[in-house]
């Protein structure tokens, strides 16, 4: 088949997906928005990878306004009509799209719709509901309507889809009640990191050297510091690393809130917080090797619908983890399920700090989460009994096409031969 994948963000694990379904003999083109600022996967075609897999980056040849909310959205409403171009000039037989924003969605739904396309909604979020809240807080009434805007064409675009991929059952109340979407075409498989890519490593390790952190205890925060994060949060913590001798809290993000770190980390005695920019996935296995503890933080209105990426790695890297979020998110209740770290609630600053003071003093302890988090990784991150979900999911759209077909609702169109 021909397949064309949207991955707005360029994740890792996505792209690891499209890996594997063009090993599997199809034709695959992996789409990416390079503009948006936020920590990519591996993106570059390699020596190994199979010659059916097209790796694309997107780009308005313009800087990406993540903070301004007008221009911002006029440029993700030009970002979906790219991708829209795109898929009308690949002529795929599926669109696989995950991490749109609703404008950029809507257009891309729309081109499949006209052209009879089965497009498959890979869900990570229900964004109407994020932006209904943001909005609401910033505009009051005006905001709350601006997000119900968003509510109707996130619902008329899973009502468009011909099946959607949530990542936590969480999603199917909403989908089933409030977005009308037959629970038939509900689709869950739980987010994953690349296993082959991210490995654990040695503390001392070229990365660590080079950033004079292979000799002291590390509190490392990886990734985007967004609407969902309190980078207080992360001060607080390098305030209290400062009091324990040879101990650092590293950052590794950009942005508004990376900046601001930044200014504060300068006002620290002692240097104990430490703000980089984002590394090249090349090295993301030696910066997460040179930590003794990892963290992550949410916010309260994350609710369920929002699991980061970066905790996935996390487990990956051997090494534990403690998380700041709502008791009922996803990433929590894998965090408890994989024995792996501590997840503490929003809000309980004391707690947060306290869990990872207490990592630090306690060798033995990070050493067997770290071991319990990898484990679990290799149990659920196994990228051919994942591919064989979403190889699975194609061939019901491919059915219920055919079934439509016989009952005259849509002509199918043949597999591409090209």
């Not at 795929?92 to 729309?110: K, S, T």
């Not at 909005?135 to 709350?144: C, D, I, K, N, W």
């Not at 194609?394 to 079934?403: L, N």
Request: proline content about 6%.
């Amino acid at each position: 088949m021909r397949i064309y994948v949207c991955d707005y963000s360029g994740h890792p694990f996505q792209v690891q997906l499209s890996r594997e379904l063009a090993r599997r003999g199809n034709r695959v083109v992996h789409a990416y928005f390079s503009d948006f600022q936020t920590p990519k996967g591996s993106l570059q075609l390699g020596p190994g990878d199979p010659p059916t897999l097209e790796i694309t980056p997107l780009s308005l040849g313009r800087p990406f306004s993540k903070y301004g909310l007008v221009k911002r959205r006029f440029q993700e409403i030009r970002v979906g009509r790219l991708i829209a171009q795109r898929i009308g000039e690949f002529e795929p037989d599926i669109v696989i799209g995950c991490n749109l924003p609703i404008d950029a969605l809507d257009a891309v739904v729309a081109l499949c719709d006209r052209q009879r396309r089965p497009f498959v909604f890979w869900q990570q979020d229900i964004y109407s509901k994020a932006i209904g809240d943001l909005l609401g807080e910033r505009l009051g009434v005006a905001g709350r309507l601006i997000g119900r805007y968003y509510q109707m064409l996130e619902r008329k675009a899973a009502a468009r889809s011909s099946a959607i991929v949530v990542i936590a059952d969480d999603f199917r109340h909403t989908l089933e009640t409030e977005f009308g979407v037959d629970g038939r075409r509900i689709h869950t498989v739980e987010n994953w990191a690349p296993l082959d890519e991210i490995s654990p490593r040695p503390k001392s390790n070229d990365w660590s050297r080079r950033h004079g952190l292979d000799d002291c205890d590390v509190v490392l925060y990886t990734g985007t510091i967004g609407l969902k994060h309190d980078p207080a949060l992360i001060l607080e913590v390098a305030k209290s690393v400062a009091l324990r001798p040879h101990t650092r809290m590293v950052v590794t993000s950009e942005g508004r809130h990376a900046d601001w770190l930044t200014q504060q980390a300068a006002e620290l005695p002692g240097a104990p917080l430490l703000v980089l920019p984002f590394q090249d996935f090349k090295s993301y296995s030696d910066v997460l090797g040179s930590a003794d503890v990892l963290i992550a933080i949410l916010e309260s209105d994350a609710g369920t619908f929002s699991v980061p990426s970066k905790v996935l790695s996390y487990l990956c890297s051997g090494r534990p983890i403690v998380l700041s979020a709502p008791p009922a998110n996803l990433a929590s209740r894998t965090i408890q399920r994989a024995n792996a770290g501590y997840a503490v609630p929003v809000g309980d600053v004391t707690g947060f700090v306290g869990a990872i003071d207490a990592l630090l003093d306690d060798p033995d302890r990070r050493s067997a989460f770290g071991a319990n988090g990898r484990a679990y990784a290799e149990r659920s991150f196994d990228i051919g009994k994942i591919a064989d979900r979403f190889d699975a999911i194609i061939g019901s759209v491919r059915a219920d096409q055919r079934r439509d077909a016989r009952r005259g609702r849509v002509d199918l169109p043949a597999l591409s031969p090209r």
